[in-house]
């Protein structure tokens, strides 16, 4: 019926299959007695309807049957879910880190991907943490999903069964780009995901300049790209110095991108919109980003503009 | 009791009290006339949201962007939400059908506080003004979605207070209907009217009344406490302000889990008055529907914490709030059976009320077994946020609520506007509406379970399949609402006269005139047996 891909399905998918079975039996049924009822039971004359008021018996009867199969749709419910928060003791972590409107996999040491790649048939802790607003991480072909809840310690866990790519996505509305907040899961042979890891590893080490991290890790350049990309919001690329047409409440000026207007748009990011972009989608950095801060991204800014 | 049709009598429409014309029903204390102008109310703001609704269909029919930017999507859905849920389907059947019937059906001439449900009615049009203004002004239309999660909510530059606002005084509107029809139901029954021998109808609005009562005031202070936190920061919610987000979860859903029965609970009180009226027998097991209605509005208290399976929270409550979900199932399940059974041995004419009726059981039903899945934690793991939850729901609350709504309009039109409609018109509307009630949703289940989240813009490949067929669904479905609409509107004035008891009912509002007269009874009638009471063949038993 379903093709899952890890050791949770098995669970989900047998309480799936006994709750619809069930409905199906009760609706196909109940829908036949209806139209055989409205049919045999159709108004003519010299046959008046038959005056009764209920039955006690048939009362307790489809109180007690449904309970019974309620009782077992929650057995099979519970069963499939309790093994989902009992992770085991020699699980590998990993830490997913949702932020407006990407995710990112911290293997630990500063060491981040933009896909969760793991190992085939290990068990694997994924401890979640957001560092803005709510989001989910939910990966179809493993049945598992939990909600990425900014100050909580959520998690999940799964054994991927299956070498392959899958789906994931953010499943608790997050904003603008929610729907984009895409990744996968690359799930590889043991061989396999030691070659990615080494390789991993060394790119990971790369040191990028402060001005960089510090954009990443505030989640700049989920609207920005540095490289002329088009966002949500304009590029960085040749940003510093250029001529900018900006709308300065509805009036169209131009103006240069120098510090004061870098460090303007960081705070107050309505005063002047870019043409072409909209206002309001981007929130003021006030409390986030402080003066030294502003500056360090302002050099790294700069640094943008040389490389072109 | 009068059931003069003669024309002697001066009907509420044609009615002049102090005041006349247009302020005649601004200024009315006339519980038929408040609920009419609900209903007036309520059709429009539902073409407002079902356009919105049809715009997001539109957009989804490709992946990436169709006919909009995602902000504005994201608008749509918050908005379409704000006013479907807030504006019409929590306020619309208590305050249009309950108004209009609860005293007619109890044999009261009003309700008990004449002015006070006047004033009701102007909270829910402030209310629902406020809620299309947020539209408008400022800093955009809102796109927090209808729950309004922290701490997306308390960070969104949008226009968030006005919505939340918009539902605050809606729900004091909600909150003095309420009151009314529990004080209502308890002084201003007719005499010789026991517990026993009320209507459905009333029994289903009074459990309806204690959970506007008591659940809704939740929802109005957590929103303020939103509201707070936006404009003061004072860290209730937001984590970055030191507030705990789950906190605001489990109060939104405190109030809005009760609030899906105030929605389902007059809508299965109306359709038992109709199965037994067009099978001209009994209602079967009216103890056992009267207590289910209780049982529900009581459990559906305890079971909120199913929106939250997978919130982080504790091992135990997710236990607990399972099992308690699994059995809210059975008090529904029981009204099927009986409701069912009303129609066995009967002798039935299929008359468009009683096929709206039919149609309302069947997509109770697919809604309620999908609820199942929801309610059992392994599988709502998977169909969580997915358009699976988007199918079920609209099963329950359009499926349900709605074609139970529309099944109560072509059943009571005739008393209110006392004129029928055509025929062919209704049958064709709801077929037309019931085949694109299925084409749209029933898709959403295949795309949720494949792991389709709801509220999304843009969607993978895939999927399209799935969205193709449901946005023709609902073009089907828009057509079908616009010939049930114009049906109704055209002959509300325009149609053949109608008779005081077209359907041969048996219960109070069929032995007055149609349409009624201002205060209903020329006088007050004695009950003297149970209310289902038809032909001569039965033994005339009061249980």
Redesign the interface.
């Known amino acids: 019926m379903f093709s899952g891909a890890s050791n949770m399905a098995e669970g989900v998918d047998r309480a799936f299959v006994f709750i619809f079975s069930v409905a199906a039996v009760f609706i196909v049924g109940i829908s036949i007695f209806m139209i055989y009822t409205l049919i045999h039971f159709a108004r003519k004359k010299g046959k008046p309807a038959r005056q009764f008021e209920g039955s006690i018996k048939l009362e307790i009867l489809w109180t007690v049957v449904p309970l019974i199969l309620v009782m077992m749709m929650f057995h099979y419910g519970w069963s499939g879910f309790k093994n989902m928060r009992k992770v085991p003791a020699d699980a590998m972590n990993v830490t997913a880190i949702g932020r407006m409107w990407q995710w990112e996999f911290d293997y630990g040491n500063g060491m981040k991907s933009k896909e969760l790649v793991l190992p085939v048939n290990k068990a694997v802790r994924v401890n979640l943490k957001s560092v803005d607003v709510n989001h989910s991480l939910f990966i179809p072909a493993f049945r598992v999903k939990e909600d990425v809840i900014p100050g909580y310690e959520n998690y999940l866990w799964f054994i991927p069964t299956q070498v392959g790519d899958f789906e994931i996505l953010c499943t608790e509305y997050c904003g603008l780009l929610h729907s984009s907040m895409l990744s996968k899961a690359v799930i590889k042979e043991q061989a396999d995901y030691d070659n990615w890891f080494k390789t991993f590893k060394a790119s990971a080490v790369k040191n990028e300049p402060d001005g960089y991290l510090l954009m990443r890790n505030t989640g700049c350049f989920a609207c920005h790209s540095i490289d002329g990309t088009k966002l949500v919001g304009p590029s960085f690329k040749g940003l510093f110095g250029s001529q900018r047409d900006v709308l300065r409440g509805d009036k169209k000026i131009t103006i240069t991108a120098d510090e004061s207007y870098i460090k303007n748009s960081i705070l107050n990011p309505d005063a002047d919109v870019v043409a072409g972009f909209n206002k309001g989608l981007m929130k003021s950095y006030k409390d986030i980003l402080k003066d030294a801060d502003i500056k360090t991204i302002t050099d790294y800014l700069k640094t943008l503009n040389q490389a072109k | 009791m009068s059931n003069s049709d003669s024309g002697t009598y001066v009907s509420y429409l044609d009615y002049e009290g102090k005041h006349k014309g247009l302020m005649g029903w601004l200024l009315t204390t006339d519980h038929k006339r408040i609920g009419l102008m609900y209903l007036y109310c309520v059709i429009v703001f539902f073409f407002v949201a079902a356009i919105i609704g049809e715009l997001m269909r539109i957009e989804l029919i490709a992946p990436g962007e169709t006919i909009m930017?995602?902000?504005t999507y994201?608008g749509m859905f918050t908005i379409h939400g704000i006013i479907m849920i807030f504006v019409i389907v929590i306020p619309a059947l208590p305050a249009i059908f309950g108004n209009f019937f609860l005293p007619i059906l109890i044999g009261a001439k009003d309700v008990a506080f004449p002015k006070l449900n006047l004033f009701s009615f102007y909270l829910y049009l402030i209310g629902a003004i406020f809620g299309v203004l947020s539209q408008f002004i400022g800093?955009?239309a809102p796109?927090?979605?209808w729950t309004f999660?922290v701490?997306?909510s308390a960070?969104?530059?949008?226009n968030v207070i006005y919505a939340l606002v918009a539902a605050f005084i809606l729900g004091f509107s909600s909150i003095l209907t309420g009151l009314n029809f529990i004080v209502t139901i308890h002084r201003m029954r007719a005499p010789g009217m026991g517990w026993f021998r009320m209507p459905l109808f009333p029994w289903s609005l009074y459990a309806t009344a204690w959970i506007q009562v008591l659940a809704t005031p939740i929802v109005g202070i957590t929103l303020l406490m939103v509201i707070a936190e936006r404009v003061l920061k004072i860290g209730f919610f937001d984590?970055?302000l030191g507030g705990?987000?789950?906190l605001y979860q489990h109060l939104f859903w405190i109030y809005s889990h009760p609030a899906v029965y105030i929605m389902i609970l007059p809508a299965m009180g109306i359709v038992t008055e109709i199965f037994p009226t067009f099978?001209?027998?009994?209602?079967?097991?009216?103890?056992?529907i009267l207590f289910s209605s209780l049982a529900i509005a009581f459990i559906g208290y305890f079971v909120w914490g199913h929106h939250m399976f997978?919130?982080?929270i504790s091992?135990g409550s997710?236990?607990f709030f399972?099992?308690l979900t699994?059995?809210v199932?059975?008090p529904s399940?029981?009204k099927?059976?009986?409701w069912?059974?009303t129609?066995?041995?009967?002798?039935?004419?299929?008359k468009p009320p009683l096929l709206f009726a039919?149609f309302f059981?069947?997509l109770f039903?697919?809604g309620g077994?999908?609820g199942?899945?929801l309610?059992?934690?392994?599988?709502?793991?998977?169909v969580?946020?997915?358009a699976f939850v988007v199918a079920h729901f609209h099963y329950i609350i359009f499926g349900g609520m709605g074609f139970a709504t529309f099944a109560g309009i072509h059943y009571w039109f005739p008393k209110m506007f006392g004129r029928m409609y055509n025929n062919t018109l209704a049958y064709t509307s709801s077929i037309v509406l019931f085949i694109g009630f299925n084409m749209l949703y029933f898709p959403q289940f295949i795309l949720g379970?494949?792991?389709m989240?709801?509220?999304?813009?843009?969607?993978?490949p895939q999927f399209q399949t799935g969205q193709v067929i449901s946005t023709i669904g609902g073009f089907i479905l828009f057509a079908g609402l616009l010939i049930m609409v114009g049906n109704l509107m055209w002959h509300a004035r325009r149609g053949v006269q109608a008779p005081a008891n077209p359907w041969n009912g048996v219960t109070l509002e069929w032995q007055i005139p149609s349409p009624p007269p201002h205060e209903n009874f020329d006088e007050i009638p004695e009950i003297t047996h149970a209310p289902y009471l038809?032909?001569t063949?039965?033994d005339n038993?009061t249980?």
């Open positions: 930017k995602p902000q994201n800093g955009g796109d927090t979605g999660y701490p997306y960070e969104s530059s949008t984590p970055a705990d987000p789950v099978s001209q027998k009994p209602v079967f097991g009216y103890t056992a997978t919130a982080g091992y997710r236990w399972s099992f699994f059995l199932a059975i399940a029981v099927v059976f009986n069912v059974s129609m066995y041995g009967g002798s039935i004419d299929l039919i059981i069947f039903m697919i077994f999908t199942l899945t309610g059992s934690v392994a599988t709502d793991i998977q969580h946020d997915t379970i494949q792991g989240p709801r509220r999304y813009f843009d969607y993978l038809f032909g063949g039965s038993k249980i």
